[in-house]
């Protein structure tokens, strides 16, 4: 019981440094040679997670749909989605870390769908933040 105990007040401890960040993002692809949006679009949904305590961490995740519109509609046919996760150890700003990405085919009636396609990565990264 006393671990417990231990447990749950070192973890409001660093949860009090804590600080989340986040972002939406949608994009549109470009046209190869032209200055015109093709049918091709993302969206993109990120999440930060970082702790600044002893060390600085950070701790993140997204999601990108990448999806074909026409006709007007905003949304047609989602076609892929690709997943991160990662994670960073921050000191005087330089980091290390590690990154995992996959890619996975979602069902529908694009003609961009290859089901086939499956993909992933993992990374280790080592930079400088300023």
């Known amino acids: 019981m006393k ?3 231990i447990f749950i007040l070192l973890f409001c401890t660093i949860l009090s440094f804590a600080d989340i960040h986040g972002s939406i993002e949608v994009g549109n692809i470009v046209k190869k040679d032209k200055i015109e949006l093709s049918t091709i679009a993302y ?3 990120e999440i930060e997670y970082f702790i600044n305590w002893i060390i600085d961490l950070s701790f993140y ?3 990108r749909t990448w999806w074909e519109h026409q006709d007007d509609k905003i949304i047609k046919a989602p076609f ?3 997943y991160s996760i990662g994670g ?3 000191i005087d700003n330089f980091y290390i870390g590690i990154e995992h ?3 996975h085919p979602v069902i529908s009636n694009s003609k961009y769908i290859d089901t086939d396609r499956r993909d992933g990565m ?3 990264k080592a930079g400088i933040k300023w």
């Open 61 to 63: 995740g997204g999601w």
């Open 88 to 90: 960073e150890i921050i």
């Open 80 to 82: 892929q989605d690709i």
């Open 3 to 5: 671990v417990i105990l």
């Open 101 to 103: 990405f996959c890619s």
């Open 43 to 45: 969206t993109e949904i």
């Open 122 to 124: 993992t990374a280790i």
